[in-house]
């Protein structure tokens, strides 16, 4: 039996990213990251379920304006409560019977030193930025798997879980436990033909990043940045794009930096 293999062969990629058929669940759906990325999966064909905290409630009418209605679903989930996040699945199933896409963007920081960081705050990022992603993407994967089409979940993560920040230490500690969490997911998960992989930003100027680098300390902090920039939603957008794709087919387990140098050091 010949072991060869024809180098002429091409996988299939889809050149243009199309998401046509695909559905994709977008944590945090209101945010930043999570517009832009929006955009771009619908442009692509997606059928979106924007996930959304309860206390965003006032804003969703004025943001359901900027989309088709037949395209867009809209469910208040609090990601950090199992049962919350349940119902939002069951939601979302009925409307649409597919999951094959999973973007958690929520997230949350508050920046204080180690020690004047109280036990509540740490529950707090620990519970948005590392639990809300783990019963998100426990919850797609489930119905990924009874669908049998496979999926992706893309985990936003960040620069700060693979380099000590100041004053980071919950939200520190909540992303690097996401990119130990989304390489045992890939691993569980590959037999189902599901890719998990996470994006780890800079300094987005989304409404959170500037408001928590705004003024002297941004400026200090883009001296320490290579490319002398932070970064835009599109940027982040984009690899979200790409990893909702099939180019991304035989990626999983992956951190992909998107923090113009930063991490070189």
């Not at 965003?56 to 950090?80: G, I, K, P, W, Y």
């Amino acid at each position: 039996m010949s072991h060869e293999y024809d180098v002429n062969l091409r996988y299939g990629v889809n050149t243009d990213l199309r998401l046509d058929g695909k559905v994709a669940v977008i944590t945090g759906g209101l945010g930043g990251i999570a517009m832009a990325s929006n955009q771009m999966l619908l442009e692509k064909g997606a059928r979106l379920a924007l996930l959304y905290p309860p206390f965003e409630q006032a804003r969703v009418a004025e943001v359901a304006q900027q989309f088709d209605n037949d395209s867009v679903l809209f469910v208040s989930c609090d990601v950090t409560d199992p049962a919350s996040v349940e119902q939002a699945f069951t939601q979302l199933m009925a409307h649409y019977g597919q999951v094959d896409v999973l973007v958690n963007c929520a997230g949350y920081v508050m920046l204080q030193p180690v020690l004047e960081t109280e036990f509540a705050e740490w529950q707090k990022q620990i519970a948005v930025n590392l639990t809300g992603p783990f019963l998100c993407a426990q919850a797609a994967a489930k119905h990924m798997i009874a669908g049998g089409r496979g999926g992706k979940i893309i985990n936003i993560a960040s620069q700060a879980a693979s380099i000590a920040l100041d004053n980071h230490v919950a939200y520190t500690s909540a992303k690097a436990g996401l990119l130990g969490m989304t390489k045992v997911m890939a691993k569980e998960f590959a037999p189902h033909h599901i890719n998990v992989n996470t994006l780890s930003p800079t300094v987005v100027l989304t409404p959170m990043g500037e408001k928590a680098w705004r003024g002297e300390k941004g400026e200090a902090m883009k001296k320490l940045i290579p490319l002398g920039r932070f970064a835009y939603t599109d940027e982040i957008a984009a690899a979200v794009l790409f990893f909702a794709s099939n180019g991304s087919d035989m990626i999983t387990g992956a951190d992909l930096m998107i923090d113009g140098g930063f991490t070189i050091w």
